[in-house]
């Protein structure tokens, strides 16, 4: 890949697109683009097209979607599977008949079956029923996987789907109403220790699995799917090790330093026992994720604490 090469971030201010712009900067690429959903909607055919004709990218990162949680995924099924459609059908679309032969599209675990064996194996998509709180985002996703192995398959283009774990690090969401377990875990222990080391209450049992990929490692996954031809159309992105909720908090408790008490509400749902991808397809493929979970907890609590003027301070 050449260091001038046009390369088009979609989402590039959030949480993901901004690390595989910081990637790139930091490996010479000089030639990114990126515009924010105010300066070009992605649900906007036309305004897709236009921007394709006026820039033309050369190659094309899609990190844009609409994510959110569980609430937002059921009070919201329409956007949910309507908005990821269109900003990935107007993406893929006009990217492969602007000639874009490099497209690396972004989803998440959430392609796989509820009651996948563990740990989820590619091969495992569509192999039975999705979660059904959010299948219509992982509907979408699907289809954007599918449009990808389809343009691969009829057309020989380098389009490849990166499936990434349950990511945490610098901008992450703090939000306690609609944040992930890790950085919300930092944001309770951070102001329990604040409140005179006060207990941290935290839901279900705390012994769910669970695996963490540093958002950092997902962008240089995305770095080595841009400066390799993978041989295949669909990869996991995760580290292939879990732990328990249990001990993800005692390590993000280590790091904040507080030094009081924890207490699981074990009435609180658990939610899945396990969730950990297996990763052996990127493994042969040659990458593998390089940070560990402590070094990216510690990064992510500095990140959290460099930037605390843009989180009000909540009552836990
Ligand atoms: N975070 C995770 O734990 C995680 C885990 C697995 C997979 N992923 C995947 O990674 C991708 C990015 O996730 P993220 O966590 O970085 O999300 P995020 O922080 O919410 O960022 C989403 C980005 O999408 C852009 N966007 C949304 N709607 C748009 C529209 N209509 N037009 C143009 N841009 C639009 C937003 O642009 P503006 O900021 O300009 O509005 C924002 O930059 C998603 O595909 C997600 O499935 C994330």
């Known amino acids: 890949?050449?260091?001038?090469?046009?390369?088009?971030?979609?989402?590039?201010?959030?949480?993901?697109?901004?690390?595989?712009?910081?990637?790139?900067?930091?490996?010479?690429?000089?030639?990114?683009?990126?515009?924010?959903?105010?300066?070009?909607?992605?649900?906007?055919?036309?305004?897709v097209n236009q921007f394709f004709e006026a820039e033309k990218p050369e190659v094309v990162i899609d990190a844009a979607a609409r994510v959110g949680g569980i609430l937002a995924n059921s009070?919201?099924?329409?956007?949910?599977?309507?908005?990821?459609?269109?900003?990935?059908?107007?993406?893929?679309?006009?990217?492969?008949?602007?000639?874009?032969?490099?497209?690396?599209?972004?989803?998440?675990?959430?392609?796989?079956?509820?009651?996948?064996?563990?740990?989820?194996?590619?091969?495992?998509?569509?192999?039975?029923?999705?979660?059904p709180t959010n299948e219509w985002y992982a509907i979408a996703k699907i289809a954007g996987v599918k449009a990808c192995e389809a343009i691969r398959k009829q057309f020989g283009k380098d389009y490849v789907s990166l499936m990434p774990t349950n990511l945490y690090g610098s901008h992450d969401n703090f939000d306690l109403k609609t944040s992930h377990v890790l950085p919300a875990m930092i944001r309770k222990f951070h102001e329990a220790k604040n409140s005179d080391n006060k207990p941290v209450e935290l839901w279900g049992s705390g012994s769910p699995m669970r695996e963490f990929l540093n958002v950092d490692d997902m962008a240089d996954a995305v770095v080595f799917a841009l400066e390799n031809k993978?041989?295949?159309?669909?990869?996991?992105?995760?580290?292939?090790?879990?732990?328990?909720?249990?001990?993800?908090?005692?390590?993000?408790q280590k790091v904040v330093g507080h030094k009081g008490e924890i207490i699981w509400d074990s009435f609180k749902p658990d939610g899945t026992?396990?969730?950990?991808?297996?990763?052996?397809?990127?493994?042969?493929?040659?990458?593998?994720?390089?940070?560990d979970l402590e070094e990216g907890i510690q990064k992510t609590y500095q990140w959290f604490l460099n930037n605390q003027d843009k989180f009000k301070e909540v009552k836990i």
Request: charge should be neutral; charged fraction near 25%.
């Open 75 to 131: 009070e919201y099924p329409y956007q949910f599977l309507m908005e990821n459609l269109q900003i990935q059908n107007n993406l893929i679309d006009t990217a492969h008949k602007s000639e874009v032969n490099k497209f690396i599209f972004l989803g998440s675990s959430c392609i796989y079956p509820k009651m996948a064996p563990q740990p989820l194996k590619e091969e495992y998509l569509l192999t039975d029923s999705l979660e």
């Open 1 to 47: 890949m050449n260091k001038e090469s046009k390369i088009y971030i979609a989402g590039h201010r959030g949480m993901v697109g901004a690390a595989i712009w910081r990637a790139l900067t930091a490996k010479g690429y000089t030639n990114l683009l990126g515009k924010t959903s105010k300066e070009l909607d992605l649900r906007d055919q036309t305004a």
């Open 273 to 291: 026992p396990r969730k950990l991808m297996n990763v052996d397809k990127m493994k042969d493929a040659g990458w593998k994720a390089s940070t």
């Open 230 to 252: 993978l041989p295949e159309h669909l990869y996991n992105i995760g580290t292939g090790k879990d732990l328990t909720i249990k001990e993800l908090a005692e390590a993000i």
